[in-house]
């Protein structure tokens, strides 16, 4: 009984061969985009069926349901879900900053509702879209065969778009990740032209020269980006943080006089808004942020509108502040730059970024001229052996009515006239009405075009500096033609939240007795004694202990204690314990660093420091 050959191996050796096998394919075909075009395999395919079908921005939309199955049988051999679900995100817009599917019926919303089954949806390509996909019919780019070698499809679009940086993308591999952000259509195109201008001197281009226009990542959801530190060391480096913030206006409740409210317009990318509501109203209910009396989404088509009423009295801008500590209101955004090159992923700078998208275009470039020529050239032929027709034209219409039949005219043509076989079958071909006088001059006309246009071809292919030019060009134009205001505003700031952001400025008053104790109330633990008024009963005193100073202060003072022994101490006035109006306080010691027999003597509460002026005496 044969029962084959068993072959012995190395375990260790055969896993690790495996496991990086399957580790590259995923880097490259599925969760990396490429850094030319900025696209994942699953959207390139997307894309380039929906160009396929003729789903152009200015036609009709189609089903999505038909879309995935063409993207599905023809090029990309996986489940539906994963298709149709990276098609919805190229049509959110509070996931994609420029849109390249341009979506029809539900296609989900920012507070995490999925889309519409695919059968419910319609959609057809953006209009920007265009620009991705230009030349693609010019042998501008390389085609691969697809998973059963059945067709063919790019394995990079032509982009003249950076796109990578444009909408950012987000990915996770095996044993990596990326998270580009979104960037602004005009600060990239003047990135771009920049390097253009300096091409020749690209290596003293520092990351300062680039920042002068790129300043910061522009999300579709708008808000705040506080500080530019974290920013700066993404785009040199690849890697950094981008601290994003909400945007909240305070405005005073309508119909309500001396009663505030928070209107938060924008939140921060990527952030759930239903999960961020239920957040707030957690901290409300769980007394972390105390002065929050109603909390409501109000918002509508016309943009987010999350409005946070506060309680009388309350202090907005350190409510405010509260929200952006506990809340996803302020989160931060990890910057990591990968993409592959040559189908290696690579952590990529901003200018390397904008380097390899330059190049692509240099390719491009070139590739679609070599196209032209060879139309422009093929075309040229052909009306160079129109004209000699034309001139003599008595004895081709004699050679041809003398023929035996069109292939017997044919190769009359050709031995009689010197012509080519292409030449003698555009002169069989020709309409009569070609022979009039003035179609013979659009023929002369089209030929010193296409002449021309040859010389313009053969000149660009021969000059760099020609094909950089066109690059610029091309930039200008169509970040003129899709460019649009940033969204994200830039902030100055760390984004660090310290105590006293999140301490309410309120009236207090500061106590501390003969024997040593502290307090600090709330001056709303009081009430104003009236005529024949009882009055309240302030501090317990059974123990003998008198009150030897009593203040007014605000929580964010600066408190300054003298003592006997000539020494200052200082503490913020909120960092002094709370205690009731009949409350006992707490040791001195336990505020203040006070030697053994020291007592404070004196006590100040000071606004802020200014510029002081001593006086001797």
């Excluded at 991705?132 to 042998?139: P, Q, R, S, T, Y």
């Excluded at 690849?238 to 939140?267: F, H, L, V």
């Excluded at 000149?459 to 930039?475: D, H, N, Y």
Aim: no cysteine; net charge negative.
């Amino acid at each position: 009984m044969n029962i084959g050959n068993v072959n012995p191996i190395d375990i260790n050796h055969e896993m690790r061969n495996s496991f990086l096998d399957y580790a590259m394919s995923v880097i490259v075909s599925r969760a990396l985009p490429d850094a030319r075009d900025g696209l994942k395999p699953v959207h390139r395919r997307i894309l380039y069926a929906m160009h396929d079908m003729g789903l152009r921005p200015s036609g009709p939309h189609r089903k999505s349901a038909r879309i995935v199955g063409e993207v599905l049988g023809k090029y990309h051999p996986h489940g539906d879900s994963a298709v149709y679900n990276a098609m919805v995100r190229m049509a959110q817009e509070f996931s994609m900053r420029y849109l390249l599917v341009d979506g029809q019926g539900n296609f989900g919303s920012i507070d995490g509702d999925s889309a519409a089954a695919m059968r419910y949806t319609e959609a057809r390509l953006g209009r920007i879209t265009d620009e991705l996909l230009a030349d693609l019919e010019k042998n501008t780019v390389d085609f691969t065969p697809n998973f059963d070698d059945s067709l063919e499809e790019p394995s990079v679009v032509p982009t003249r778009i950076p796109n990578l940086l444009l909408n950012g993308t987000t990915g996770i591999a095996v044993g990596m990740a990326t998270d580009i952000p979104p960037h602004n259509l005009g600060e990239l195109s003047q990135a771009i032209v920049y390097l253009i201008d300096h091409y020749d001197s690209m290596d003293d281009v520092t990351v300062d020269d680039l920042m002068q226009f790129v300043k910061a990542p522009d999300f579709p959801t708008g808000g705040l980006i506080v500080g530019t530190e974290g920013i700066r060391n993404a785009y040199a480096t690849g890697k950094g943080r981008a601290i994003m913030r909400a945007t909240a206006e305070i405005e005073e409740i309508p119909g309500r006089p001396g009663r505030q409210r928070i209107n938060i317009t924008e939140i921060p990318y990527q952030v759930n808004k239903s999960t961020l509501i239920e957040r707030i109203a957690e901290l409300a209910t769980k007394g972390v942020i105390e002065a929050i009396a109603d909390l409501r989404d109000s918002s509508d088509r016309n943009g987010i509108s999350i409005i946070v009423e506060l309680r009388r009295g309350s202090q907005p801008k350190k409510v405010l502040n509260q929200l952006f500590k506990h809340t996803p209101l302020q989160s931060t955004y990890s910057i990591q730059m990968l993409a592959l090159v040559n189908n290696q992923p690579r952590l990529l700078s901003l200018k390397r970024a904008l380097q390899i998208f330059i190049e692509h275009r240099v390719e491009v470039i070139i590739r679609r001229t070599q196209f032209d020529l060879a139309k422009a050239q093929k075309r040229q032929h052909i009306l160079e052996g129109l004209l000699k027709a034309i001139e003599q034209l008595d004895a081709v219409i004699e050679t041809i009515r003398r023929a035996a039949d069109a292939e017997d005219a044919r190769q009359k043509l050709v031995l009689n006239f010197g012509l080519t076989e292409e030449q003698a079958n555009a002169i069989l071909d020709l309409q009569l009405r070609r022979l009039a006088a003035l179609e013979r001059q659009k023929l002369e006309d089209e030929y010193k075009e296409i002449t021309a246009q040859i010389t313009y071809f053969q000149e660009l292919l021969g000059s760099p500096k020609m094909i950089l030019a066109v690059i610029r060009q091309e930039t200008v134009d169509i970040a003129a033609k899709y460019g649009d205001a940033r969204r994200s505003r830039i902030i100055g700031g760390t984004g660090e939240l310290n105590d006293e952001d999140l301490i309410e400025d309120t009236d207090i008053l500061v106590s501390i007795t003969e024997r040593g104790y502290i307090k600090r109330t709330p001056t709303s633990a009081y009430r104003v004694q009236n005529r024949g008024g009882k009055g309240l009963i302030g501090m317990n005193t059974r123990e003998k202990d008198e009150l030897d100073h009593l203040f007014s202060a605000k929580n964010l003072d600066t408190i300054l204690f003298f003592t006997d022994k000539g020494k200052v101490y200082t503490t913020k006035a909120y960092e002094i314990p709370e205690a009731d109006r009949t409350g006992k306080g707490n040791s001195l010691m336990n505020v203040l660093l006070l030697g053994q027999d020291e007592r404070v003597t004196a006590a100040l509460p000071v606004r802020e420091f200014g510029e002081t002026e001593f006086w001797s005496w």
